[in-house]
């Protein structure tokens, strides 16, 4: 067997799982979940969801894949990419087998399994594995994130430090162009 089929076939023996998300802005619970991913799988990916999302993001897809690739330096098993399309495509792409999805309450589990559901329907090779935070992450989301730092520029210890001083930024520009306006 030549080196090349042995490196393709040792490829496929490992296990890659993507961590998909907007991640805008990235939380330490996500980070909780990744470090725990980590652990579990050879190497992991995680997905930056590019433009295409439904969401309205408050950092451009680069921001947030550099905000995320930061935060790696205890994990040299993790990449960080932005992808674009479907994410059974991207998965596909990648040669990865599993999905990591982070749940903090119950809330989160019907539109999680509707998403590992219409995944599973899509590519029925794609597993997808659901992942608790920390506790103390449990009532965290991006969404509550942005609101407590733009609004209230607060600190938490719920987002790592290059992420509060990016959201204190932002919050600055928005100040302004709201001054701007007046």
Not at 90 to 118: C, H, N, P, T, W
Not at 142 to 171: C, D, W
């Amino acid at each position: 067997m030549d080196l090349t089929r042995l490196i393709d076939r040792l490829i496929v023996l490992m296990t890659t799982a993507l961590y998909p998300g907007t991640f805008d802005p990235v939380t330490n619970g996500h980070l909780d979940v990744l470090s725990r991913a980590a652990q579990l799988f050879d190497q992991v990916i995680v997905a930056v969801s590019g433009e295409n999302s439904a969401k309205q993001t408050a950092f451009d897809t680069k921001t947030r894949v550099t905000l995320v690739r930061e935060n790696l330096s205890l994990h040299d098993n993790v990449t960080v990419e932005p992808f674009d399309g479907l994410l059974v495509d991207y998965a596909r792409e990648k040669k990865a087998r599993v999905l990591v999805r982070g749940l903090r309450a119950v809330s989160d589990f019907e539109y999680e399994f509707q998403m590992a559901q219409m995944n599973r329907h899509l590519d029925s090779e794609l597993e997808t594995i659901f992942l608790m935070p920390n506790e103390k992450y449990f009532y965290t989301s991006s969404q509550l994130i942005k609101q407590v730092h733009l609004f209230g520029n607060r600190e938490t210890e719920l987002v790592p430090q290059n992420v509060l001083l990016a959201l204190r930024e932002l919050s600055n520009e928005k100040k302004g162009s709201r001054r701007d306006l007046s």
